[in-house]
């Protein structure tokens, strides 16, 4: 079955260490993305990205980093410069192939990370 | 003034009730608009796009007002298996950014 797996479900890190959520999908979408949510809150785009090699920051891009050497693939990195990090983080992807296609995100299962 | 803005709730409705929600949004280049469905502790799950001459599927309507720029979600005949947060989706800044309202809490009581 096609789809996008997150993984660890839950990551559990001290202060001060980097940490580095997967993301990879299958269903041959261009563009992938990063959401935050906290408690209570709605989701915050973190970075996206169109195609390989190349990605956009969010509106909360501070304190992260992301890659995209394959189109399957685009890990986020939760450095140690984020002051808030204990969050829900979500992955999702989106075909994008055309400027005026209405195509809808598709996400991951999310992994909640706890900073102590 | 945030890009996406949702009332949020909760709305409390008993069960066969009709319940709307309103989504207005900042952006007049806006192209796409969804409703997703998020539980609790879940990721959100999409519930159905919405086009300009607006479009049903099954007991959920979603309606389009550019002029005024709030796209709604119409809930006929509600559930107890509808309670959940309601989320909408605009793009912004172009046709590949995609921001989130906070969403509106719906809970459908017996």
């Known amino acids: 079955d096609g789809g996008i797996t997150q993984s660890p479900k839950y990551l559990f890190r001290k202060e001060g260490q980097n940490v580095t959520l997967s993301c990879e999908q299958n269903?041959?979408?261009?563009?992938m993305y990063w959401y935050r949510q906290d408690p209570g809150q709605g989701l915050r785009l973190i970075y996206y990205?169109?195609?390989?090699?190349?990605?956009q920051k969010g509106d909360i891009a501070e304190g992260y980093s992301v890659s995209r050497e394959k189109k399957e693939s685009f890990p986020l990195t939760v450095t140690s410069a984020q002051k808030n990090p204990t969050a829900f983080y979500l992955c999702?992807?989106?075909?994008?192939?055309?400027?005026?296609?209405?195509?809808?995100?598709?996400f991951g299962n999310g992994t909640r990370l706890t900073v102590t | 003034r945030k890009e996406v803005e949702q009332d949020p709730g909760p709305f409390n409705v008993p069960e066969g009730a009709t319940v709307a929600f309103n989504c207005t949004y900042s952006?007049?280049?806006?192209?796409?608009f969804f409703w997703y469905r998020q539980d609790c502790r879940k990721e959100p799950k999409l519930l159905m796009s919405?086009?300009?001459s607006g479009n049903e599927d099954g007991r959920f309507t979603a309606q389009l007002n550019r002029a005024s720029q709030y796209i709604s979600l119409l809930i006929r005949d509600s559930k107890l298996s509808d309670s959940a947060t309601y989320l909408c989706?605009?793009?912004?800044?172009?046709?590949?950014?995609?921001?989130f309202g906070a969403g509106t809490r719906l809970a459908v009581h017996p």
């Open positions: 989706v605009v793009t912004a800044q172009g046709y590949n950014k995609l921001i």
């Open positions: 999702a992807s989106r075909i994008d192939r055309v400027q005026s296609d209405n195509s809808p995100l598709h």
């Open positions: 952006n007049s280049a806006s192209q796409s």
């Open positions: 990205s169109q195609i390989v090699n190349d990605f």
């Open positions: 919405v086009y300009s």
């Open positions: 269903l041959n979408h261009d563009a």
